[in-house]
């Protein structure tokens, strides 16, 4: 028999909770049979949430937690003095092995710095990166970090380089994945400061597959599997790819519905844009995992639907399965001892 | 009589030279009565494409310059030792007051150089960013600085606003263009070290509408006019803009042409479709301006064509008939004395 991967979902976390992240949870347990969640919040308003589904009572409990942390909040005043909000209980079942994983749709700052400070970082990591898919034209590339380490150093980048490509190669399953660092142009000798210090670092490093600069117009186009970049700049690529890309589909959809003869176009190839572009649709790759803790923590987006929060909570049974954090520890320790 | 306006043009630089440039220049002369140009480059190459084309001959002069900078070389070296080239012969005549701006497809960072060795920057100018205006859904935004400066200082970024704001309002026609700062959050604390300390600045400001953070998402929505950040994060955006747009364009053609049903749709949809989209071309806006130098010295595409460069040589009359440099000037001296 497998082991049951055991996953703690904040329920009272983004946009759309409780409601969403319960029914996600619900989908999650009837699509694996390996999984059981815990839904953490408000006790009353999960067990009537829950009261509405058909699932197998044993595979979702429920930890009350009586209060909740907002986006306005200060991350770490927030996790320090609010002990019982859901993202606090929570991240303590995942500390004290009761879970093996936490997902959560709430305030980002709270979830990295909760991370940290009650998870923990696995021996060896100096700052575990925020590390989400983006799709490309023919696939998916890791972008690492996105904005959990701002004003990182070339030592933290390096990790994130090394941590990504376990990651690619072992919950995505992608060989010797293309490792690739963010530059202004393709020449080792342009960039920042902080590139030109990472870049030969990277180059040194036996244990990925290194192929050198990658420009941004490029990133689309899956040129690297693991894209490494600092947080400020890989929170631009992630939050312009969802920006830009709402923006044209509004253009195209407001192109389609202009004329009469447009519209009958729409109606002929709807079905065939939608499949082509489904790829493009970031709810499928469920959240963000902080890399390099003691323990799994996966941010989803705060705007996130049962769907993407289904698909978070299913995530997280590969990378347990597959052993990610002793590969990193294991690696870490190795190449930098 | 209104002044006519002299452009020099870099008839060597870019993927489609010479021809799409001489094309390019003979179009803008064709399409506004107040323009001189002087193509720089091989001469007798030059004269053999002018003469495919009819053309008001007293306007499109030829200078000669034999040698050519190309993308591979060290910038600043470059414009140093290849005095005969075509960037360095073009920026000469600038100095010299025998043209009032030049444009030029070629090695943007020998261009930036150049502009910078040999024009020279205007008094209490730091820092001359590389401006470009790229589409939103409603209109365009200008994003300063895209490339010129990596790691520059809070103090640059605050004369990218006040210059970039000039621009915006006097060559674009925006009304008190709204001036705001691309962060990874919206609130005032958020930021890296550099965002945190360019913040106040911009918010101390009374010459310009600074309107606050901005995150990357929200640039395509049009937000705001003038976009403030750090060369690196302005490079990131602007090719990501570019590579994302072209590799959604592609899966959405591969889209309409996967079924029967699909292609006559798109045949239907087709003229609707690219009138919506054309906002989103780039090409439309010419190139961008490295502001702040004792002329006028304009960056286009590399792989421009004529429209393009016909676009980026018209838009040098509106910047010298609306005196921008004698603006920046008094700006910044008034509000930096």
Known sequence: MQKMITVAVDAMGGDNAPGEIIKGAVLAVQDKADIKVILVGKEDVIKKGLAEYNYDKKRIDVVHADDIITNCEAPVLAIRRKKTSSIVVALNLVKNGEADAFVSAGSTGAVLAGGQLIVGRIKGVERPPLTPVIPTINGITLLADCGANVDARATHLVQFARMGSIYME????????????????????????LVKETFPLLKNCTDINFIGSIEARNIPYGEADVIVCEAFVGNVI??????????????????????????IGALLSKSALKETLKDFDFSRYGGAPLLGLNGLVVKTHGSSKSNEIRNSILQCVTFTEQKINEKIEKNLNNNEA
């Open 170 to 193: 072992n919950v995505i399953g992608i060989k010797n994945p293309r490792v690739a660092i963010v530059n202004i142009g393709a020449e080792e000798e342009k960039g920042n400061a």
């Open 238 to 263: 992630l939050k312009l790819y969802e920006g830009l890309g709402s923006a044209l589909l509004k253009k195209i959809k407001e192109g389609l519905m202009s004329t009469t003869k447009s519209k």
